[in-house]
């Protein structure tokens, strides 16, 4: 099985350590903006065709894989690219599984089909409830057999 997985860029450090787990089980893990190769080290915004080939190859990514795996965040009044909404709406586009992890964000979250899968957490250990419950890696390892 070959997974995307989608979230701000900032959690980029946290993805990786997601992304061990899951290779670690086999699943191939397609999003090469991990590999730190998407990241603009000049002054200002990124021109043009170096997004332009950021967005294509995330989009490639994503048509490789079989299960799209979406990181939300709880709503934030300050500015987000939010290019992670995007990959979510070309997975659901292209018909992917998608698996949401976190609250859904907006609207388009709350689609209700049998592609689409949506918990709190990733792995699933509540610490408000100290209790354990199914979370988005059981989904996964469920999906890889």
Not at 1 to 17: I, N, T
Not at 76 to 90: D, Q
Not at 105 to 120: H, L
Not at 122 to 137: L, V
Request: charged share 35%.
């Amino acid at each position: 099985m070959k997974a995307y997985l989608a979230s701000r860029y900032s959690r980029a450090e946290e993805m990786r350590g997601i992304r061990a787990e899951l290779e670690e089980e086999g699943i191939e893990v397609t999003s090469r903006w991990l590999t730190g190769e998407h990241e603009w080290h000049g002054e200002g915004k990124a021109p043009a065709h170096v997004g332009y080939r950021f967005a294509s190859e995330d989009l490639e990514d994503i048509r490789r894989a079989d299960v799209v795996i979406c990181f939300t965040e709880e709503p934030r009044s300050n500015n987000s690219r939010g290019g992670r909404h995007v990959e979510f709406g070309y997975a659901l586009g292209l018909g992917k599984t998608i698996v949401i992890v976190g609250p859904r964000e907006n609207v388009f979250y709350c689609i209700r089909n049998e592609r689409i899968a949506q918990y709190e957490t990733w792995r699933g250990y509540d610490d408000d409830e100290d209790e354990w419950h199914e979370g988005a890696w059981d989904q996964i390892k469920l999906l890889n057999n």
